[in-house]
């Protein structure tokens, strides 16, 4: 079990880096363009879900 943990909490911080590069990509580029708020909020819950497991 903390084997599983482990490997998620890896997958967390990887995934919580690409989040943001395709976040930040998404406020740069999209900005002009309309994005679905659910996918929005969706990255932003998943980043500070990702600051909170990483501390």
């Known amino acids: 079990?903390?084997?599983?943990?482990?490997?998620?909490?890896?997958?967390?911080?990887?995934?919580?880096?690409?989040?943001?590069?395709i976040y930040t990509a998404g406020q740069i580029f999209g900005a002009k363009q309309s994005t679905s708020e659910e996918t929005l909020s969706s990255v932003d819950d998943m980043l500070a879900f990702a600051k909170m497991v990483n501390g």
């Open 1 to 21: 079990m903390l084997t599983d943990l482990k490997v998620q909490f890896e997958m967390v911080k990887a995934m919580s880096f690409t989040e943001s590069l």
